[in-house]
């Protein structure tokens, strides 16, 4: 028997509770895994308070993330005992997550947890440091050079955009980071590697065509009108990774970006990308993270204070990662 947080719908309000299952009552997969730790974001608190069309089916165990020991497994890229970790593939939405003592999953959903990381660790970056760091190595690829000139991070004091800040001051880029609260957030920004600030409002604005190139390279984690503008202030032969729909499906652009100044525009998601990119990836992240990023304000709970927390986290009262210790 094993502990587990359990979404269920009664009369079209979410109702979670802590139940006692056995593995029986697990979906199909086949790898097993002795569940160490989950995170709690805010899509978590969305899914668990009902505020959010998230989860697509119930009974439902949330959490987009997790991180363990397997215990069984009919892949012979896993072997009991193996550390690993997950993130995103749609656990917590159509197929039970990581807010349990255990969990069955598709082993091509995992990679091997980075020698370098522990459970915790892994888990304070998540799903949003992956993307960061796809984010991020994109840019490199796309041949994006830290002497060029800047890189703009947009939705800087978000998960994936403060890491990816990180990320770039690591790698020795000039970073500008935007954010709509920067009064509250411009000192930590600048303490994660960001060179100056810039007040969102700035690129909400209607964008011309092509406007004064100004960043050498983008990550945004908006897209919409904010990306419209980004592209239009790229340098020639710039790029943007672009990992957001926060503002939106629409693109109000143009394709005097592509055709004039040779942009090019990078389209990001971590959970449909190839395993030994994912794998790369992870690994990449256990070299480049400095000491003080695992520093950062982090709330360990356990199961029971899961509930409570995602209130507080749906309404903004929480700061920095929550981590689940299962």
Known sequence: MFKAL???QHDKQTLATIEQLDDSQLPEGNVLIDVDYSSLNY???LAITGKGKIVR???MVPGIDLTGTVCESSDERYQPGDKVVLTGWGVGEGHWGGMAQKARLNADWLVPLPAALDG???????TAGLTAMLCVQALVDAGVKPQAGEVLVTGASGGVGSVAVTLLAQLGYQVAAVTGRAAENGDWLKSLGASRIIERHELEEPARPL???LWVGAVDTVGSKVLAKVLA??????AVAACGLAGGFDLPTTVMPFILRNVKLLGIDSVMCPYEKRMAAWQRLSELLPASFYAQACREVNLEEVPECAEAITRG?????????L
Request: aromatic content about 6%; overall charge positive.
């Open 6 to 8: 359990v979404l269920n």
């Open 43 to 45: 899509k978590d608190g």
């Open 57 to 59: 089916q119930f009974p």
């Open 120 to 126: 915790k660790q892994s888990m304070m970056i998540g």
């Open 211 to 213: 406007e004064k190139q």
């Open 233 to 238: 202030q790229v340098d020639y032969d710039g």
């Open 317 to 325: 009262q929480i700061t920095g990662r929550v981590v689940i210790k």
